[in-house]
Structures are given as structure tokens and as C-alpha cells.
T-cell receptor, first 115, second 114 residues
Framework: GAGVSQSPSNKVTEKGKDVELRCDPI?????LYWYRQRLGQGLEFLIYFQGNSAPDKSGLPSDRFSAERTGESVSTLTIQRTQQEDSAVYLCASSLGWTSDYEQYFGPGTRLTVT | AQTVTQSQPEMSVQEAETVTLSCTYDTSESDYYLFWYKQPPSRQMILVIR??????QNATENRFSVNFQKAAKSFSLKISDSQLGDAAMYFC???????????FGEGTQLTVNP
């Protein structure tokens, strides 16, 4: 079946502009995660959605970052007034359930470059 | 807060040889899971192997095995009979038993020499 997909694959934007990144999870997966990967570093957790529960936003680095998810489908990560330090690969993952015995499946990521 | 440390930024191995990647972690939880992920240049994160903390037996998946030392909070990955396709960035990760986020180490870049 189809895996997690993300769009766009690459995004170049000017400092100060807003960007939207999209994630399509695997069908039927109730949990969805966003991570950020700066160059040469590991992944940092940003936000997590589980079904209709309130999202865990504890990883969002500033109020310029927000994310939405409609039901158990598509999610968008929005970065307002982008800064150069926002340049990174943004990875989305989904899983069938929220507990640790469910594997997280990752998408290919969106590489964001802020000039 | 949980932390994951990978002290080897780069490793190299000859094709068909064995290599071990190191990982240590810090947690006060008793119920947790540990993972090794592979990230090739395509950026796709691929789960290599996972270990439940409550299991004493080390996990194995074909040529991949782990050495899980719970008291020492150490979780190393051994790759046997290395293949050119094993070349990638490898990340160690931790997750609480109650789920939610993964916490990743900084990664180890593995090169496989023919």
C-alpha cells in the first residue's frame, strides 16, 4: 500500500514569508507526528496528533510554528515569518496507534531552505 | 528528560566485515523501547531493529543485532557481513512505553568500503 507522502519535496522561501508543508499519512493511521531535522543532526519532535484528542504541541520551537490535522487524514505544518534557522528537513510519520508497540512510518520529508 | 547519545559521528567498515555502532541513553522510566533507524540519502527513515526494555533477550533481524545493557543504559547495533547497501546514517532512538514521541541521537554516518 501507499506510504506516508509529503509535499513539496523541496521548498525555497525568502526570510519573512509563510510556508505550509503537507503530510498525507497512511490510510487508517490514527497517530501523526512531525519532526525537524537540521543539517547533520538527529530528529527533533515538534508535534503529535492522536485521533480526536488535543495535540501534543510541546515540541514546537516558537509561536511561529503551528499544525493542523483534519480528522485522521492530512496534516499541514505552517511556519510563519520564516527565519534562516528554520532551514531543515521536516519529516512526518504516522502509526496505526499511539502506543510504542506501533511502528512509526516516516515520509520522505520536505527540505525547507530559507534565504 | 530523556536523552540519547551517539558518540561516533562517523564509522567505516569493509564489505563483508562486522561493525558495531554505539548508543547510550538516559531515562528514569522503567517501561520503554529502543530503536535503530537507517536514513539513506533519500531521507526515508527505515526501522532496522527495536528492543523492548522488559525483554532480556537481545533483538536480532537477519544481519542486524543489538547488545542491550539495561543497567549501563547502552544499546549498540552490530551489523554483520556488511553490504554496500548498508551505507547510510544510523540513528538510535528512545520511546517511552506509553507512546508518543521518539527521541533521537545525533546519528552515525556509516561508510562501507568495497
Amino acid at each position: 500500500g501507499a506510504g506516508v507522502s509529503q509535499s513539496p519535496s523541496n521548498k525555497v522561501t525568502e526570510k519573512g514569508k509563510d510556508v505550509e508543508l503537507r503530510c498525507d499519512p497512511i490510510s487508517g493511521h490514527t497517530a501523526l507526528y512531525w519532526y525537524r531535522q537540521r543539517l547533520g543532526q538527529g530528529l527533533e519532535f515538534l508535534i503529535y496528533f492522536q485521533g480526536n484528542s488535543a495535540p501534543d504541541k510541546s515540541g514546537l520551537p516558537s509561536d511561529r510554528f503551528s499544525a493542523e490535522r483534519t480528522g485522521e487524514s492530512v496534516s499541514t505544518l505552517t511556519i510563519q515569518r520564516t527565519q534562516q534557522e528554520d532551514s531543515a528537513v521536516y519529516l512526518c510519520a504516522s502509526s496505526l496507534g499511539w502506543t510504542s508497540d506501533y511502528e512509526q512510518y516516516f515520509g520522505p520529508g520536505t527540505r525547507l531552505t530559507v534565504t | 528528560a530523556q536523552t540519547v547519545t551517539q558518540s561516533q559521528p562517523e564509522m567505516s567498515v569493509q564489505e563483508a566485515e562486522t561493525v558495531t555502532l554505539s548508543c547510550t541513553y538516559d531515562t528514569s522510566e522503567s517501561d520503554y523501547y529502543l530503536f535503530w533507524y537507517k536514513q539513506p540519502p533519500s531521507r526515508q527513515m527505515i526501522l532496522v531493529i527495536r528492543q523492548e526494555a522488559y525483554k532480556q533477550q537481545n533483538a536480532t533481524e537477519n544481519r542486524f543485532s543489538v547488545n542491550f545493557q539495561k543497567a549501563a543504559k547502552s544499546f549498540s547495533l552490530k551489523i554483520s557481513d556488511s553490504q554496500l547497501g548498508d551505507a547510510a546514517m544510523y540513528f538510535c532512538a528512545y520511546r517511552r512505553g506509553s507512546g508518543s514521541r521518539l527521541t533521537f541521537g545525533e546519528g552515525t554516518q556509516l561508510t562501507v568500503n568495497p
